[in-house]
């Protein structure tokens, strides 16, 4: 039997509700956070983020509805990001059946 690395934390895995509430709260949360620092980097027209994403378009100025989709291309794969860590450090993801499958596949 091999060992794996993988989840580094093997003790809080989602194995109860309050546990899975948690983790939940901390992979939404950091999405969040994501998602509202990357609006704020996009309303300041001074920022790296905002000329950047602005040359890409090239307008004169981002729209809203322009900042709501780079907005929301970004924190989607922020989430994906976000996940993926999760996955790693506590095997987030497996539900409340996380315990009956030991080492699933990655890739």
């Known amino acids: 039997m091999?060992?794996?690395m993988f989840p580094l934390i093997k003790h809080f895995r989602?194995?109860?509700?309050?546990?899975?509430?948690?983790?939940?709260?901390?992979?939404?949360?950091a999405i969040a956070a994501f998602a509202i620092e990357m609006r704020?980097?996009?309303?300041?027209?001074?920022?790296?983020?905002?000329?950047y994403f602005n040359n890409i378009i090239m307008k004169e100025e981002l729209t809203e509805s322009d900042k709501m989709l780079i907005v929301f291309?970004?924190?989607f794969l922020g989430a994906l990001i976000v996940y993926h860590f999760m996955y790693?450090?506590?095997?987030?993801?497996?539900?409340?059946?996380?315990?009956l499958i030991p080492r699933a596949k990655y890739y």
């Open 40 to 51: 704020l980097a996009l309303d300041d027209k001074y920022s790296k983020v905002h000329g």
């Open 14 to 29: 989602a194995t109860t509700y309050s546990k899975a509430f948690i983790l939940n709260a901390i992979a939404t949360a």
């Open 2 to 4: 091999t060992s794996t």
């Open 88 to 99: 790693m450090f506590v095997g987030y993801g497996g539900g409340l059946i996380s315990p």
């Open 73 to 75: 291309g970004t924190a």
